[in-house]
């Protein structure tokens, strides 16, 4: 009776096991004719958007499993080792609210990174995107995302050797996966472009960051400035706006009886970039489309 008891409890621990290992996939290399063909040659169709380092997009692996492909677009054929090194101590890192890369492709002149493909996207579709008419973020799951990003980050900041700061902690680089948990993605990145080709200085495309002053104009990061940029993304999940916005002179008089110059915005959350300039209202709305948030639905 004992060795039966003995071996149920050994059968579920291995399912358990199991189940772990079907949650993290192995870490490897991917060729890159692997990821044309489950990207259908990284078809426009099967784009989930274009942020500042890359364009990212959906495929599926002959085993039936999505991913998400990020494919690089400033690097050189010079820096393939330094790119698998650090891609390589990324990869290591392990947290069930981080989003863990599966793999990545060093080949010729391309540089691609991949990762579990999110079914229920960026919180920034959900906030203010495709999916925000469908309000899906009751409060016990703004709740859950919160808490969830923040272990997250506490994570890198405490539990990893060396430590990571993020710096770029904002709506689009935190995913949500089926059961709606928080998976912050893109922590590190930083350190895998070039000398010379900072995120900030490059960027032209993607969501506009949440930056300390000191980081948007000196490059200072720190743990500081990751606290800040969250302290931003709770803001915008409890109040659900957006945090640059540009209110015009008129509507800012309607709304608040008092005047505001013409041109001054709300600005919550410094940053840099070209969407900075001119109409940031209308420059965000059309991330709703094809631009930074033009996220596709599951399935697609
Ligand atoms: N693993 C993933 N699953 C589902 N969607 C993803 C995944 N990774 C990225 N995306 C989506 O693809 C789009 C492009 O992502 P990308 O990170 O390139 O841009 P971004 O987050 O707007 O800007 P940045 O380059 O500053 O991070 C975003 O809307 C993002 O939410
Ligand atoms: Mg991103």
């Not at 054929?77 to 698998?84: D, G, I, P, R, S």
């Not at 949440?210 to 993304?233: N, R």
């Not at 840099?272 to 709305?285: I, K, Y």
Request: aromatic residues 10%; contains cysteine; glycine residues 12%.
């Amino acid at each position: 009776m004992a060795f039966r008891a003995f071996f149920y409890c050994r059968k579920s621990a291995d399912w358990v096991e199991g189940m772990e290992e079907k949650k993290v996939p192995t870490w490897r290399i991917f060729s890159l004719r692997e990821l044309y063909l489950a990207t259908n040659n990284f078809n426009y169709d099967n784009k989930l958007g274009e942020g500042g380092f890359g364009s990212v997009y959906w495929g599926q692996l002959w085993d039936g499993s999505q991913i998400a492909v990020k494919r690089l677009k400033v690097w050189s054929n010079k820096a393939e080792m330094e790119f698998a090194v650090k891609v390589e101590i990324l990869g290591r890192v392990r947290h069930e609210n981080l989003l863990s890369l599966r793999g990545y492709c060093a080949e010729g002149q391309e540089r691609l990174i991949v990762y579990d493909y999110m079914p229920n996207l960026s919180l920034l579709s959900h906030l203010h995107g495709q999916h925000s008419s469908e309000c899906h973020l009751s409060w016990e799951r703004r709740m859950r995302i919160a808490i969830g990003s923040a272990e997250g980050i506490a994570y890198l900041h405490h539990n990893v050797t060396p430590h990571i700061i993020h710096r770029d902690v904002k709506a689009s680089n935190v995913l949500l996966d089926s059961d709606f948990r928080a998976q912050v993605a893109e922590f590190g990145f930083a350190k895998l472009i070039p000398d010379g080709a900072t995120h900030v200085t490059t960027r032209v495309k993607g969501t506009l960051g949440y930056l300390t002053p000191e980081y948007a104009m000196l490059g200072k990061a720190s743990e500081g400035c990751d606290v800040y940029s969250f302290g931003i993304l709770l803001l915008e999940l409890a109040s659900g706006r957006r945090p640059i916005e540009r209110v015009d002179a008129e509507a800012e008089a309607h709304d608040h009886g008092v005047g505001a110059p013409a041109g001054q915005g709300e600005e919550a959350g410094g940053g840099g970039g070209s969407e900075a300039e001119g109409g940031l209202r209308e420059g965000r709305d059309e991330e709703g489309g094809d631009g930074g948030d033009g996220e596709r639905s599951e399935g697609a």
